[in-house]
């Protein structure tokens, strides 16, 4: 008898724990592309094969937002799930040699919290939130594997004079292209972490100007696009001839690492217990010689990067969970970036931090609409270029302009259902959404001594 339960006994522990086994996450987070610069989203002028393929494997978010419009803010709200009307870093502030205004110690990020449940946390690619050896250095705030770009302008060149390894310097000679570097060390710690629960976050520095790639990888589409041989772009200290096709050449190259990362979970037997999300940090830029009405970068919408039209936060995103999320689908839930925190807890079984202004869209990823939380309201606000707040309210989207110079300046109103790119301003047809609008305003802006801006 006592030889015949201890195989089965074995058999449903071994069961049990493979049940409880809580998944991997991945988080790729591209630096400046735009709604249109996937072809599951609508480009045209270039293939972006493994993008599409999580699109066609998994979920398609169409109403998916970043947490600001630009670099340093996004992050910010992504690793602790506080929109910018609150958040600890609210602008791209410089620090001097190198890197950003510190996240403080005192922030709650992802993989701090993630830690209590056991997991292993790795970044590879652009931080921007505290110089090397300051209290926001990511290995200060809870990654235990770190390898890239500490600071925002170190990584607009794409071969540097160094990148970090965790807390080392390392030297390059200039010849090594930094994506590949970045991406390298990414499938490394995947396949170091195939039998721990671990979350992998990879904001790869494509498509931020510098407009640089490989030669190799260029002169494809230097033939596609000869008109703009003769053309040069300056961004980071670099001079770059035809960024049009270098443009095309370094989505190309990312767009390949994507699918380098689903092929090695794959390989490894974990992508069944494997989140996979991809999405960018904000808008397309217009920098370096870039130029996104060339390839529609923005698809439908209005507005680029330091916007807080559609064009500027709305981001192309996929999300992809062999057997857990359903092929093929669309999803319109609206959701921003600073919800990803409350939805990794969700699906991890982790108690999520309390005071969060993101929402877990767990639900929604398993299919699960009806237990999907409604919120009111996203919000965000942008410091330069006189101050912006913008809101996404339901079908409804309003804008406040020129905060600085009048904090009570004219809140421009839009039907997204309507009029997604932005056109016809409905505001005077509507004077009660624009009262509900105006309030959540007033209720979503903390100021800040460090980031003021409200003068």
Request: hydrophobic share 35%; net charge positive.
């Given at each position: 008898?006592?030889t015949?339960?201890?195989?089965?006994?074995?058999?449903?522990?071994?069961?049990?724990?493979?049940?409880?086994?809580?998944?991997?996450?991945?988080?790729?987070?591209?630096?400046?592309a735009?709604?249109?610069?996937?072809s599951?989203f609508?480009q045209?002028?270039?293939?972006?094969?493994?993008?599409?393929?999580?699109?066609k494997?998994?979920?398609?978010?169409?109403?998916?937002?970043?947490s600001?419009t630009?670099?340093?803010?996004?992050r910010?709200?992504?690793m602790t799930g506080?929109?910018?009307?609150?958040?600890?870093?609210?602008?791209?502030?410089?620090?001097?040699?190198e890197?950003?205004h510190?996240?403080?110690?005192?922030?709650?990020?992802?993989?701090e919290?993630?830690?209590?449940?056991?997991?292993?946390?790795?970044?590879?690619?652009?931080w921007?939130?505290?110089?090397?050896?300051?209290?926001?250095?990511?290995?200060?705030?809870?990654?235990?594997r770190?390898y890239?770009?500490?600071?925002?302008?170190?990584?607009?060149?794409?071969?540097?004079?160094?990148v970090?390894?965790?807390?080392?310097?390392v030297?390059?000679?200039?010849?090594?292209?930094?994506?590949?570097l970045?991406?390298?060390?990414c499938?490394?710690?995947?396949?170091?972490?195939?039998?721990?629960p671990?979350?992998?976050?990879?904001p790869?520095?494509?498509?931020?100007?510098a407009?640089?790639?490989?030669?190799?990888?260029?002169?494809?589409?230097?033939?596609?696009?000869?008109?703009?041989?003769?053309?040069?772009?300056?961004y980071?200290?670099?001079?770059?001839?035809?960024?049009?096709?270098?443009?095309?050449?370094?989505?190309e190259?990312?767009?390949?690492?994507?699918?380098?990362?689903?092929?090695?979970?794959?390989?490894?037997?974990?992508?069944e217990?494997?989140?996979?999300?991809f999405?960018?940090?904000?808008?397309?830029?217009?920098?370096?010689g870039?130029?996104?009405?060339?390839?529609d970068?923005?698809?439908?919408?209005?507005?680029?990067k330091?916007d807080?039209?559609?064009?500027?936060i709305?981001?192309?995103t996929v999300?992809?969970?062999?057997?857990k999320?359903k092929?093929?689908?669309?999803?319109?839930?609206?959701?921003a970036g600073?919800?990803?925190?409350p939805?990794?807890?969700e699906?991890?079984g982790?108690?999520?931090p309390?005071?969060?202004d993101?929402?877990?869209?767990?639900p929604?990823?398993?299919?699960?609409?009806?237990?999907?939380?409604?919120?009111?309201?996203?919000?965000?606000?942008?410091?330069?270029?006189?101050?912006?707040?913008?809101?996404?309210m339901?079908?409804w989207?309003g804008?406040?302009l020129?905060?600085r110079?009048?904090?009570?300046?004219?809140i421009?109103?839009?039907d997204?259902?309507?009029?997604i790119?932005?056109e016809?301003?409905?505001a005077?047809k509507?004077?009660?959404?624009?009262?509900?609008i105006?309030?959540?305003?007033?209720?979503?802006?903390?100021?800040?001594?460090?980031?003021?801006?409200?003068?």
């Amino acid at each position: 008898m006592k030889t015949f339960l201890t195989p089965i006994t074995s058999l449903l522990f071994l069961s049990c724990v493979a049940l409880a086994k809580k998944p991997n996450f991945v988080y790729i987070m591209v630096d400046d592309a735009g709604y249109g610069d996937f072809s599951c989203f609508g480009q045209k002028k270039f293939k972006t094969p493994n993008v599409d393929r999580m699109s066609k494997e998994g979920m398609k978010l169409t109403d998916f937002y970043s947490s600001s419009t630009v670099c340093a803010p996004s992050r910010s709200s992504l690793m602790t799930g506080h929109h910018s009307g609150r958040g600890y870093i609210r602008g791209n502030k410089e620090i001097r040699p190198e890197g950003q205004h510190p996240l403080p110690l005192k922030a709650v990020t992802i993989p701090e919290v993630l830690k209590k449940s056991g997991y292993v946390s790795g970044m590879f690619g652009k931080w921007g939130l505290g110089a090397p050896g300051s209290e926001g250095d990511p290995m200060n705030q809870g990654f235990d594997r770190f390898y890239g770009l500490n600071c925002q302008r170190q990584s607009h060149n794409f071969y540097p004079t160094h990148v970090w390894s965790d807390r080392k310097k390392v030297m390059l000679d200039r010849k090594h292209y930094s994506h590949t570097l970045i991406a390298d060390e990414c499938l490394k710690f995947i396949r170091a972490n195939k039998d721990n629960p671990f979350f992998c976050y990879v904001p790869f520095t494509i498509p931020h100007a510098a407009m640089q790639s490989p030669e190799k990888r260029i002169a494809p589409w230097r033939k596609k696009f000869p008109e703009f041989e003769k053309m040069t772009g300056k961004y980071g200290g670099s001079v770059i001839t035809n960024p049009v096709a270098a443009f095309a050449a370094m989505m190309e190259h990312m767009d390949e690492d994507v699918g380098r990362i689903l092929d090695l979970l794959e390989e490894l037997k974990i992508d069944e217990n494997t989140l996979v999300i991809f999405t960018s940090d904000n808008g397309p830029h217009k920098e370096g010689g870039h130029k996104p009405d060339f390839f529609d970068s923005n698809g439908p919408l209005k507005g680029y990067k330091r916007d807080l039209y559609e064009g500027g936060i709305r981001v192309a995103t996929v999300a992809w969970w062999p057997g857990k999320i359903k092929s093929g689908i669309t999803s319109s839930h609206i959701a921003a970036g600073w919800d990803l925190l409350p939805t990794l807890c969700e699906l991890s079984g982790t108690e999520a931090p309390t005071g969060l202004d993101g929402v877990s869209f767990a639900p929604t990823l398993l299919g699960k609409k009806k237990d999907q939380e409604k919120r009111e309201y996203l919000y965000w606000e942008f410091h330069e270029r006189g101050g912006k707040q913008a809101v996404r309210m339901g079908k409804w989207k309003g804008i406040r302009l020129n905060v600085r110079k009048d904090p009570n300046s004219p809140i421009e109103l839009y039907d997204l259902s309507k009029d997604i790119g932005e056109e016809n301003n409905i505001a005077s047809k509507n004077p009660q959404i624009v009262k509900k609008i105006e309030s959540a305003i007033r209720e979503s802006h903390v100021e800040s001594i460090i980031f003021p801006f409200i003068k």
